[in-house]
């Protein structure tokens, strides 16, 4: 079974700090069909990085992905106030298109 | 402006079933694949379904193959999920996505699937 594993759980950080989210696959992921996406509290989940480092359509350049294979990750280089939320990877290299259990990014 | 809406929410005891729509807008429904996500109460997210752009390509995670039937109707830019059999598990936040092989990038609001005795 295909298994993506996201560490930490939990990220305490401080504005303007860099944030660093690890994503692990439990097989290679094809094409680097890795994505990642950002959910805030009562509020649908957005797309931030597909192709394991393309950023989606409006996206600030302080999100920036990498990896390949089985690990990703995703860094956000100087957190914003509003970058404070939980963010999820997802592997869409074969169904069923699973996630991670998700890396909450909070307040310090 | 892409649009996705959710509807159908509701309140169910287990074994009933619900039907769930998403109304597109703002863009050619018929050239995307669509897809649902459940988000239990405090929980990640769950890949659900997904069905292709012409209705082809229909797949289903383990946890609802069986019990759930996603549909499309190109005419109506809507998409369904029939809920057959629901468990308290089932229990929820359903999104609609919109997307292509599985990379989802727009999401609706969601709807709230509520499943008690």
């Known amino acids: 079974e295909f298994v993506l594993t996201q560490s930490p759980g939990t990220l305490s950080l401080s504005p303007g700090e860099r944030a660093t989210l690890s994503c692990r696959a439990s097989?290679?992921?094809?094409?680097?069909?890795l994505a990642w996406y950002q959910q805030k509290p009562g509020q649908a989940p957005r797309l931030l990085i597909y192709g394991a480092s393309s950023r989606a359509t409006g996206i600030p350049d302080r999100f920036i992905g990498s990896g390949s294979g089985t690990d990703f990750t995703l860094t956000i280089s100087r957190l914003e106030p509003e970058d404070f939320a939980v963010y999820y990877c997802q592997q869409y290299d074969n169904s069923p298109r699973k996630f991670g259990q998700g890396t909450k990014v909070e307040i310090k | 402006e892409v649009q996705l809406v959710e509807s159908g929410e509701g309140l169910v005891q287990p074994g009933e079933s619900l039907r769930l729509s998403c109304a597109a807008s703002g863009f050619m429904f018929s050239t995307y694949s669509m897809y649902w996500v459940r988000q239990a109460p405090g929980k990640g997210l769950e890949y659900l379904s997904g069905i292709g752009s012409g209705g082809e390509n229909i797949h289903y995670a383990d946890s609802v193959t069986g019990r759930y039937t996603i549909s499309r109707d190109n005419s109506k830019n809507t998409l369904w999920l029939q809920m057959d059999r629901l468990r308290v598990e089932d229990m929820g936040v359903y999104y609609c996505?919109?997307?292509?092989?599985?990379?989802?990038?727009?999401w609706g609001q969601g709807t709230v699937v509520t499943v008690s005795s």
């Open positions: 097989q290679s992921v094809r094409s680097n069909y």
């Open positions: 996505a919109r997307g292509r092989d599985g990379l989802l990038d727009r």
